[in-house]
């Protein structure tokens, strides 16, 4: 299967180099299935109905989200009706939305997607290695799954390599985000999962994080807030990893960076 992950979008930048990218992204890399992290597309905080559709519209086949997931108050009453759409798995029972969600590609594929989130630097939420090993005994990847994405949204390097070992040879992917910095360690871990610690943003690299930098700058120099954060609105970078798995196994055989845009050294599979 060839797979696709792209970064979290951020803000109006993000969306548009999503929009231009993606449906020739898919064409030419011949993608089956393409996950995209949401939880900034909506002015860097969350996302919308009408954002998940315009994503959707492009190619896009499910949208995770992160600690931002439900920043738009509309998404609370959206998310239970939208199966594409997910949250962290790990957020207390009852919250709306859902942690995983099961698809069929259009050549009839089956694959899940999982997402958790960290508790390393971030708000306390339960343990997502248990989220995720339940998770994971509702089917075998090669078996029930012909491939299985796991995203750790969370900010610790270390959590995030540690869900890499702790699902080896059981998923086909585990993929970092939340940072909004591309790492340089993709790799096929030793038992097969393909693994990144983090696919960094779709948004403006002059920037935050995918902020106009006024506002962060201001808050880390005087440590006085006078203003909002809001997206830097420069051209967009597209980051994201391409995953090339075994048919049979459901196991990786390639992993490679993506990144289209203006600021950082493209990168492209092929
Ligand atoms: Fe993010
Ligand atoms: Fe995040």
């Not at 694959?111 to 390393?120: K, S």
């Amino acid at each position: 299967m060839k797979f696709l992950y792209c970064g979290d979008v951020v803000g109006r930048s993000g969306r548009d180099i999503i929009i231009e990218k993606l449906p020739e992204l898919r064409k030419q890399l011949g993608l089956d299935f393409v996950v995209v992290n949401g939880e900034n597309a909506a002015s860097g905080f969350g996302i919308t109905e009408k954002i998940c559709k315009s994503l959707y519209e492009v190619g896009t086949d499910c949208i995770v989200l992160g600690n931002h997931s439900f920043d738009q108050k509309e998404i609370l009453t959206y998310i239970g009706s939208d199966l594409k759409l997910i949250r962290p798995a790990n957020y207390p029972d009852g919250t709306p939305g859902r942690g995983a969600s099961a698809f069929k590609t259009r050549s009839g594929k089956t694959i899940l997607v999982v997402q958790v989130m960290g508790r390393v630097f971030m708000d306390p939420l339960d343990d997502p290695f248990l989220a995720v090993e339940k998770l994971l005994k509702t089917g075998k990847l090669g078996e029930k799954y012909d491939f299985i994405l796991v995203d750790i949204h969370g900010e610790a390097t270390s959590e995030k390599m540690a869900m890499g070992h702790f699902c080896d040879g059981r998923v086909s992917f585990v993929v970092g985000s939340h940072s909004h910095v591309p790492t340089a360690d993709a790799q096929i871990l030793p038992k097969g999962t393909a693994y990144q610690t983090d696919a960094g943003m779709c948004g403006d690299y002059n920037s935050v994080i995918g902020m106009d930098k006024e506002e962060p700058l201001r808050r880390f120099t005087r440590k006085i807030p006078a203003g909002r954060f809001t997206p830097a609105l420069g051209p967009g970078t597209l980051c994201a990893v391409y995953v090339e798995t075994d048919d049979r196994s459901g196991l990786a055989k390639v992993i490679k960076p993506v990144r289209l845009g203006s600021r950082l050294e493209e990168s492209l599979p092929i």
